[in-house]
């Protein structure tokens, strides 16, 4: 049995003929980055990934090959591989691109105020800086991001949640451990971590 199968979010999710199919949510990004709309398509179970997070926390995702051809979206097809992440109170299983599921670790995100769902459609920094152009060129990366954002599944009848980066505090020893202190985590030493991580992942 594939460990998926022991996964308590993907219980009671696969056909029942075919037991490493599922459905997912499939997207292009939020309406800010596309004018495609999200989808519910079958997708073929093939591996689950796993990491630690440079903030040490542990992640995984999984890899998916779509089973049906998409209705409009424009870069995804039917035989393509996807990452996924699905939790117990979600829906669906939701797709996530490499670089958001990356950065999603040094963000809390707000579960939304009409669906629940705690997650975006785009990486994080390139939303912000998308939604608010004029503070992110300020910004450059050095200062604490918190703002709010339409919830990319149900944000067209007013869906909201609300995005936090997470800080870390210093200690006598160098060390640093995650908590609501006055540091906030280094966007640009981060994205060098990101590039080394994303070399594991050949897919969208």
């Known amino acids: 049995m ?4 022991d996964d308590v979010d993907l219980k009671g999710r696969f056909h029942p003929q075919h037991p490493d199919d ?3 949510v499939v997207h292009e990004g939020s309406f800010r980055f596309t004018d495609t709309k999200p989808e519910v398509m079958w997708a073929h179970v093939v591996a689950r990934l796993e990491w630690t997070h440079q903030s040490g926390e542990n992640g995984y995702a999984y890899r998916a090959v779509l089973l049906n051809q998409p209705h409009q979206l424009k870069t995804l097809k039917q035989n393509d591989e996807i990452l996924f992440v699905a ?6 299983p939701i797709r996530v691109t490499h670089e958001y599921i990356m950065q999603r670790a040094f963000y809390d995100i707000s579960p939304c105020n ?6 975006l459609f785009d990486p994080i920094p ?33 869906g909201m949640l609300m995005v936090k980066e997470k800080r870390l505090s210093t200690n006598g020893s160098g060390d640093t451990n995650e908590s609501q202190s006055t540091l906030p985590l280094n966007r640009s030493g981060m994205s060098k971590y990101l590039s080394r991580l994303l070399k594991l992942f050949k897919i969208r």
């Open 87 to 92: 939790k117990q109170s979600y829906k669906l």
């Open 126 to 158: 390139q939303l912000w800086e998308k939604s608010f152009p004029a503070a992110a060129k300020v910004d450059k990366g050095e200062s604490y991001v918190m703002f709010s954002s339409f919830c990319p599944l149900c944000g067209g009848s007013g």
């Open 114 to 119: 009409q669906c629940g769902l705690p997650e």
């Open 22 to 24: 599922l459905q997912v």
């Open 2 to 5: 594939a460990i998926w199968h």
